[in-house]
C-alpha cells in the first residue's frame, strides 16, 4: 500500500523507535537451535555479534521492501494498467496533450502507481507523480501492434518507501544522493558515508548498514537504515540464529500491528463522518445500514460491522478478517451505535508477511480445535509447533506464534515460519 507521510524530526523518530524496541523486544523464548548457513552471524551474540545480526535482518527486510518497486504483485499490476489503458493509447497515437496527461492522472488516481512518464523518442510527452524510487521501464503498443512510446512508472513514492521501512524495520531510513540526504527522509550530516558502521544522532549511537537503489526515472540512491546500537540488545539471542528468529518474530508482529493502528484512523473518521450511516443507524434500518457500508468499502476497509441500542444492524465483509478496530457512532453530540471495522483480511496479512519480509504464516481459527483457514507454505503442513524448528518439505524454518485478533472478536492463531537459511 503505497502512502504520502509527513516525516517528523530526527529526535521525535528515534524516541519512537526506542520504545517500540523497548516494548516489542525481549531475549525471547524460542528453543535453541543449532547453527545454519544464514549468511548471518551465528556464534554466540556478543557485543559486537548480536547488533551486525540484527542489523544484517533488518536491512534484508528493508531490501524486500524495495524489491517491491522492481518485481512483484504491485509492479506487474501497475504495468498491465498501463498496457490496458485504451485512452493513454488514444491519446499517444494522435499526439493530443492535454488527452495524455488526463489518462496519465486517471492512472495515478487508481492507487496503483506513484509516477508516469511517457516519452516518444526524446520527447517527454507526460512525467506526473513526485519524487519517488525504483522506476518500473516498458513499451506501449498501439492499435497496429507496433511500440509507440515507452514509458517509466514507479509504485514507491520516496516518503512512502521511507514510512514502510520505518514501520516495518522499526528503524530510521535516510536516502542519500551525492552525500546528501533527499526527500524528507532522516538528515544525516552532509559528505561521503561509508556503506556500513557506526554514527552519533542527539546522542544517540546507532548502528547502520546500506544498499544501492535507483531513483525515479533515472540516477543513484543509497538507502541507509539505521538502529540504534544499545536497544538491539532486547533481541538479542544465546546464538546467532535465535537473535534473528528473535528479530524476524518482532518484524513479523509489527506488518499486524500495522493493520491496527494510524492506518485505520483515516478509515475509523471516514465511517463515523459518513451521512447515509449515520441517518441509517439512527433509523435503525438494517437494509439502509447494509447499503451505506457497501459505499464504504471502497477504500481500504475489507468487513464493516454496525450495531445500535444492542443490535446488530449489519455485517458485510469477507469471511476471514483480523485485526478488528472498534468505535463509536454519534450524532447531534449523542452515541448512537457502534462499528467494528477492519482493514487487513487474512489473504492480506499473508501477502504482507511473504513479500516484505520472506515470511510463510498459518493461520488457525478457534484455537482450543485449531482449524487452518490461510497457509502459504504449501498442502499438508501438518502439526507445527508453538516454536522451535518445523520442517516441510526439506525446508527448515523456525516457529513464531503471533496471537492476533479474529473478527468481530476472538483469538485468531498465526504461526509465523521463519525459513532458515535466510536470505
Known amino acids: 500500500m503505497v502512502r504520502r507521510v509527513a516525516m517528523g524530526s530526527i529526535a521525535a523518530r528515534a524516541v519512537v523507535v526506542l520504545a517500540l524496541l523497548a516494548v516489542l523486544g525481549g531475549c525471547g523464548s524460542t528453543p535453541k537451535a543449532g547453527p545454519a548457513a544464514t549468511g548471518l552471524p551465528t556464534s554466540s551474540s556478543g557485543a559486537a555479534g548480536c547488533p551486525a545480526t540484527v542489523l544484517q535482518a533488518l536491512g534484508l527486510v528493508v531490501r524486500k521492501v524495495y524489491h517491491e518497486g522492481v518485481s512483484s504483485e504491485r509492479t506487474a499490476t501497475a504495468q498491465h494498467l498501463i498496457a490496458a489503458s485504451a485512452p493513454l493509447r488514444e491519446a499517444v497515437e494522435s499526439a493530443n496533450a492535454p488527452a495524455v496527461r488526463a489518462a496519465a ?31 518500473i521501464r516498458g513499451t506501449l503498443i498501439g492499435a497496429a501492434g507496433v511500440p509507440i512510446a515507452t514509458y517509466a512508472t514507479s509504485v514507491w513514492a ?54 544501492a537503489a535507483e531513483a525515479f526515472p533515472s540516477g543513484a540512491v543509497r538507502v541507509y537504515l539505521l538502529i540504534p546500537l544499545h536497544a538491539t540488545a532486547a533481541l538479542c539471542g544465546p546464538n546467532g540464529e535465535d537473535t534473528l528468529v ?14 491496527t493502528g494510524g492506518r485505520t484512523l483515516a478509515q475509523i473518521r471516514r465511517v463515523q463522518h459518513d451521512q447515509g450511516l449515520l441517518r441509517a443507524v439512527t433509523q435503525r434500518n438494517p437494509a439502509a445500514t447494509r447499503l451505506a457500508i457497501e459505499g464504504l468499502l471502497n477504500q481500504h476497509i475489507v468487513r464493516l460491522r454496525v450495531s445500535a441500542g444492542g443490535h446488530l444492524l449489519s455485517d458485510v ?57 490461510k497457509n502459504s507454505v504449501g498442502p499438508a503442513p501438518g502439526a507445527v509447533p508453538a516454536s522451535g524448528p518445523y520442517h516441510y518439505r526439506g525446508q527448515t524454518f523456525r516457529v513464531y506464534t503471533l496471537h492476533a485478533k479474529a473478527f468481530p472478536s476472538g483469538p485468531l492463531l498465526i504461526r509465523v515460519l521463519i525459513p532458515i537459511p535466510y536470505s
Do not use: C, W
Open 105 to 135: 492522472h486517471a492512472l495515478l488516481a487508481s492507487g496503483h502507481m506513484t509516477n508516469l512518464r511517457v516519452m516518444r523518442g526524446t520527447r517527454t510527452l507526460v512525467n506526473v507523480g513526485g519524487p519517488a524510487l525504483a522506476p
Open 317 to 373: 465483509g469477507g469471511p476471514y478478517v483480523l485485526a478488528p478496530v472498534s468505535a463509536p457512532l454519534r450524532l447531534g453530540g449523542r452515541t448512537i451505535g457502534s462499528f467494528v471495522l477492519s482493514i487487513q483480511d487474512d489473504e492480506g496479512y499473508l501477502r504482507l508477511a511473504r513479500r516484505l519480509a520472506g515470511l510463510h504464516v498459518l493461520m488457525y481459527m478457534n484455537p482450543a480445535h485449531p482449524q487452518l483457514v
Open 246 to 259: 528473535n528479530t524476524l518474530s518482532r518484524v513479523a508482529g509489527r506488518i499486524y500491528a500495522g493493520e
Open 158 to 211: 520516496d516518503n512512502g518507501f521511507v514510512a514502510e521501512s520505518d514501520g516495518i524495520a522499526h528503524g530510521l531510513v535516510a536516502l542519500r544522493v551525492n552525500g546528501h540526504s533527499i526527500a524528507g527522509s532522516l538528515a544525516l550530516a552532509p559528505g561521503r558515508l561509508p556503506r556500513e558502521g557506526t554514527l552519533t544522532l542527539k546522542h544517540v549511537r546507532y548502528r547502520y548498514t546500506s544498499f
